[in-house]
């Protein structure tokens, strides 16, 4: 037990925080409506003369995924026959199947999936405060959820110092939408670089991702600014517009809440595991090499 304990899902309570979801297996990848006006006591199939209702599937997928959550009455109307087919297969198959039942891999198995579902349920079980969770986001965030310093700008590319230098001075003493416009009016017209077509906007980028002298440029401008001096790279020579910038922000809490519960329950599950594999009483007698 010990052994399967450790490797089961426990597991997944000492991966890193960012891998923790907690979400449920079935469900993700599915998209369309569900069928309208389904009750647990809608009978889907007669197999054999027994009647298999909503109630029956339901139960079934909940076993087959550990999920208490999932119903037919969530999920795409276009897989519901397919779930109530997996269902009758496992009904006509099962007679036929159980007679591994003896067999002692079975048997080792069934105690596996008997301890992984136990966590599931335990997992589930587990309540999470939303102050928990958010005091959890106040103590971490510099750690997880602290974003990339970015930059939005336009920039102008040309081939000598002198043409950057004219773009410049025509745009000097512009401010605001005017400054933009114009911006994006000479880049149209004058830029050699692949943005040309989009009046040289750059979108958002991490400055780290420029070549140097571009990301310098860059970093020391303040949005709605343009380079006084044309900036010289191996591409050429460049005019550049701020637009805006993002520095040392965050990403917000309630768009990671869930991530944080899914997180804590995990760790508060681990701490309660390791207080049982603290009785356990023993002794190996593994040969050495």
């Known amino acids: 037990m010990k052994k399967l304990i450790s490797i089961g899902l426990v597991a997944g309570a000492l991966m890193a925080f960012p891998g923790m979801q907690g979400k449920g297996m079935m469900g993700a990848g599915l998209q369309g409506a569900p069928i309208k006006g389904l009750k647990d006591s809608t ?29 037919l009455q969530d999920l ?27 067999l002692p891999q079975f048997k080792a198995l069934e105690k596996k ?3 992984e579902f136990w966590l599931k349920s335990k997992l589930d079980a587990i309540k999470i405060s939303d102050s928990e969770a958010k005091n959890f986001y106040e103590k971490n965030k510099d750690i997880y ?32 939408k005017a400054l933009e416009e114009k911006f994006a009016s000479l880049a149209k017209k004058y830029s050699t670089g692949p943005t040309k077509v989009n009046g040289g906007e750059l979108g958002w980028f991490n ?6 002298p571009f990301a310098e440029a860059v970093k020391n401008m303040k949005p ?11 591409f050429g020579w460049h005019v550049i517009l701020v637009e805006d910038k993002n520095n040392n922000a965050y990403i917000p ?6 991530q944080i519960i899914g997180y804590l329950k995990r760790v508060k599950l681990q701490k309660e595991l390791q207080k049982l594999k603290a009785s356990y009483k023993v002794k190996y007698s593994i040969p050495q090499k």
């Open 43 to 71: 009978v889907l199939a007669t197999l054999n003369g027994k009647k298999i209702t909503v109630k029956d599937i339901n139960i079934y997928l909940q076993g087959i995924t550990g999920d208490k959550r999932i119903r």
């Open 76 to 102: 795409p109307a276009q897989h519901v026959k397919q779930f109530v087919n997996q269902y009758i297969e496992t009904l006509e198959l099962y007679p036929k199947a159980k007679k591994v039942e003896k």
């Open 145 to 176: 959820f602290k974003t990339t310093p970015k930059v939005k700008a336009r920039h102008i590319l040309v081939k000598d110092e002198k043409t950057a230098e004219k773009l410049i001075n025509e745009l000097k003493g512009l401010k605001g």
């Open 253 to 258: 809490f309630d768009n990671v809440k869930a």
């Open 113 to 115: 999936m008997a301890i």
């Open 207 to 212: 400055p780290k991702q420029m070549v140097a």
């Open 224 to 234: 709605g600014q343009i380079t006084l001096k044309p900036v010289h790279t191996r």
